[in-house]
C-alpha cells in the first residue's frame, strides 16, 4: 500500500488544490507536480539508495522510511505554502523508493520460481488494493475538504510494529546455478518497465480531469472509477501466474499491453460517465499483468547479491515513466481534446502490437 500507488493519494484533491492556490502563477503545472515530483525523486535516487539499502540492511532502512513516509506524506494537512508542498512530495518519494526497493528484494530472496510468480501475483494484488484504499478514501476525503486525503499517509505508522518485530533481513546468501545476473538483458527489462508506467500513469494523471472537468464527477465518483481499475489491476497480478505457466515474459507482455490499448480507446468511445467502470477495468487488468510480469522476469535474472541493487534500478525505471508520462503526453492532450488523446494512444498501441506480431511471424 505504501509503495507503488501511494503517490495516487491525493489525485482527487488536485482540482481544488489548483482552486485554493488559484493565485498562484502556473498553479496547473504545479498541482500535476505534485503527483509526478515523488516519482523523479524515486527515479533519480533509487540506484543510490539500492546500494545504501544493502549496506545499512533492510529492516532499518524500511524502520526509516515508514516513518518519514508518515510525517512528510501527512504534512499536507497543515502546509501553506505551494513551495512546502512540493518539498513534502520530494522527500516523500525518497521514503517510497525504500519501501520499493526492499519489498521487492524480499520477494525474490524468500521465493523461487513458480512460487516466486506466485507470490509475486500476490504482492502486485495488494499494491493494487492499496490503490483502491489509497484513491477511493482521497476521494470520499477529498469531497469533505481537500487536505484530509493527505491524511491517509499516517498509515505508514500502523505498519511499524509490524516490521519491527519481523526480522526482514535474510542472512543466507544463495546460490542458484540456474539463474544469473545479466546486465545486458535486465536493461531492455528496464526500458519495458519504463514505457508501460508511461502509458498505465495515464489513468491517475489524466481520468480524473476529465471526470471532474468534463462530465462535472466528484471526487467521490473520480476516486471509485479509479479504484475499480485498481481492483482490475489486482486481479490481472493474480492471473499473471497463469498466464505464465503457459506464455514466456515476452509474450505476456505484449498480451498486457493488448488489454490496456483496448481499454484505452474504449474510454475515448465514453460519453456516459458510468461506462468508465467498464473501460477503466480493461486498462487496470492488464496493468496489473504488466507490472507483476516486469517484475518477476527482474528477480529471474539476479542473485541475491545483486538483488536489492537491480530492485533499484527497476523502481528507477518504473518512477521516471511516471514522472515522465504527464509531461510526454501533455501536449497531445492540448492538441487533440482529452477524448480524442486517449484514441490516439490506444490505437497507436494497437499498431505497435500488430507490428510486433508481424515480425515475429516473418522471422
Known amino acids: 500500500m505504501t509503495t507503488m500507488m501511494s503517490n495516487v493519494a491525493i489525485v482527487t ?16 503545472f504545479y498541482s500535476r507536480l505534485m503527483i509526478t515530483l515523488p516519482s523523479v525523486v524515486i527515479a533519480i535516487f533509487s540506484p543510490f539508495l539500492g546500494h545504501l539499502i544493502f549496506k545499512v540492511g533492510k529492516k532499518s532502512s524500511v524502520i526509516f522510511a515508514l516513518i518519514f513516509f508518515s510525517l512528510t506524506g501527512s504534512a499536507g494537512l497543515y502546509l501553506d505554502s505551494v513551495e512546502m508542498f512540493l518539498l513534502s512530495r520530494a522527500l516523500l518519494g525518497l521514503c517510497i523508493a525504500t519501501l520499493m526497493i526492499v519489498s521487492t528484494s524480499l520477494v525474490g530472496d524468500y521465493f523461487k520460481g513458480e512460487a516466486r510468480h506466485k507470490f509475486m501475483g500476490y504482492q502486485s494484488a495488494f499494491v493494487a488494493f492499496g490503490g483502491i484504499v489509497f484513491v477511493v478514501g482521497g476521494g470520499v476525503l477529498s469531497d469533505i475538504n481537500w487536505r484530509l486525503p493527505f491524511g491517509i499517509y499516517l498509515i505508514g505508522l500502523l505498519l511499524l510494529p509490524l516490521v519491527i518485530t519481523f526480522k526482514a533481513d535474510k ?49 467521490k465518483t473520480a476516486g471509485f472509477i479509479i479504484g475499480v481499475a485498481f481492483l482490475a489491476n ?34 475515448s468511445f465514453v460519453y456516459n460517465i458510468n461506462y468508465f467502470y467498464f473501460t477503466s477495468l480493461l486498462v487496470g487488468f492488464g496493468g496489473g499483468v504488466m507490472m507483476t510480469n516486469i517484475s518477476a522476469w527482474m528477480l529471474s535474472r539476479t542473485t541475491f547479491d545483486k538483488r536489492v541493487k537491480a530492485s533499484g534500478y527497476l523502481t528507477s525505471s518504473l518512477f521516471m515513466g511516471q514522472f515522465v508520462s504527464p509531461i510526454v503526453f501533455h501536449p497531445l492532450v492540448e492538441t487533440l481534446g482529452i477524448h480524442y488523446f486517449f484514441f490516439a494512444v490506444g490505437s497507436f498501441l494497437l499498431v505497435v502490437v500488430a507490428l510486433i506480431l508481424l515480425y515475429k511471424k516473418l522471422a
Do not use: C, W
Open 13 to 28: 484533491a488536485l482540482p481544488r488544490f489548483e482552486n485554493y492556490f488559484s493565485a498562484i502563477e502556473n498553479i496547473e
Open 171 to 219: 542472512e543466507k546468501e544463495e546460490h542458484d546455478d540456474d539463474v544469473a545476473f545479466m546486465p545486458t538483458n535486465i536493461l531492455g527489462i528496464y526500458f519495458l518497465g519504463f514505457i508501460f508506467m508511461i502509458i498505465f500513469y495515464i489513468l491517475p494523471t489524466q481520468i480524473p480531469f476529465l471526470l471532474i472537468n468534463e462530465f462535472n464527477a466528484s471526487g
Open 234 to 267: 489486482a486481479f490481472g497480478a493474480i492471473a499473471f501466474t497463469k498466464f505464465k505457466k503457459r506464455y514466456d515474459f515476452a509474450t505476456i507482455y505484449i498480451i498486457a499491453l493488448t488489454i490496456i490499448a483496448g481499454g484505452l480507446v474504449g474510454i
